[in-house]
T-cell receptor, first 115, second 112 residues
Framework: NAGVTQTPKFQVLKTGQSMTLQCAQD?????MYWYRQDPGMGLRLIYY???????DKGEVPNGYNVSRLNKREFSLRLESAAPSQTSVYFC??????????????FGQGTRLTVV | AQSVTQLGSHVSVSEGALVLLRCNYS??????LFWYVQYPNQGLQLLLK??????LVKGINGFEAEFKKSETSFHLTKPSAHMSDAAEYFC??????????FGQGTELSVKP
């Protein structure tokens, strides 16, 4: 099994361009997450989806939108990229939002640079 | 609201020395706590987790952590550091809404 797959792995955007980061999991998990990682700030939650059809804002949602397309896929869209969105983005999933003893599984990340 | 704080953004040890990475939690209810490791240019992987029961939790690669309710701590230790342990380590907890919240991370360097 592939686990959590993110595409693309690297991307360079110009300021104002838009793009969608894709995430898919093959573990039949209910919950999915998008994080950004910046030096010295750990991982900050952008958006969270507890289950198919639901999404919720995290700590840093401004400038982003998400779509939980189906149980497998959770995409993150930047409508008008800004240099402040230069970061490494991680997608994660976990089995059951009601069971807080279950761990999350992470993708390999997307390294995004906005110039 | 549940949260975690990691003390020390960077820790440096010599090969063979004790590794101690600190994590304190804030929670109004008994938390489930996690330690993740991130090797350079990779995603995060689970090292260990505390759920219920035994307060000393053993994980992969010789790491362990002890849940201390009286100190609201969940520090990560390894008796003898190896060069391959150089990575960034994150403590994490779920909040009541099911969101996984991370500490700021601690970068571990291991000197030969």
């Amino acid at each position: 099994n592939a686990g959590v797959t993110q595409t693309p792995k690297f991307q360079v955007l110009k300021t104002g361009q838009s793009m969608t980061l894709q995430c898919a999991q093959d573990m039949n998990h209910n919950s999915m997450y998008w994080y950004r990682q910046d030096p010295g700030m750990g991982l900050r939650l952008i958006y969270y989806s507890a289950s198919e059809g639901t999404t919720d804002k995290g700590e840093v949602p401004n400038g982003y939108n998400v779509s939980r397309l189906n149980k497998r896929e959770f995409s993150l869209r930047l409508e008008s990229a800004a240099p402040s969105q230069t970061s490494v983005y991680f997608c994660a999933s976990r089995a059951n939002p009601g069971q807080q003893n279950t761990e999350a599984f992470f993708g390999q990340g997307t390294r995004l640079t906005v110039v | 609201a549940q949260s975690v704080t990691q003390l020390g953004s960077h820790v440096s040890v010599s090969e063979g020395a004790l590794v101690l990475l600190r994590c304190n939690y804030s929670s109004s209810v008994p938390p489930y706590l996690f330690w993740y490791v991130q090797y350079p240019n990779q995603g995060l992987q689970l090292l260990l987790k505390y759920t219920t029961g035994a307060t000393l939790v053993k994980g992969i690669n010789g790491f362990e952590a002890e849940f201390k309710k009286s100190e609201t701590s969940f520090h990560l230790t390894k008796p003898s550091a190896h060069m391959s342990d150089a990575a960034e380590y994150f403590c994490a907890v779920y909040n009541q809404g099911g969101k996984l919240i991370f500490g700021q991370g601690t970068e571990l360097s291991v000197k030969p």
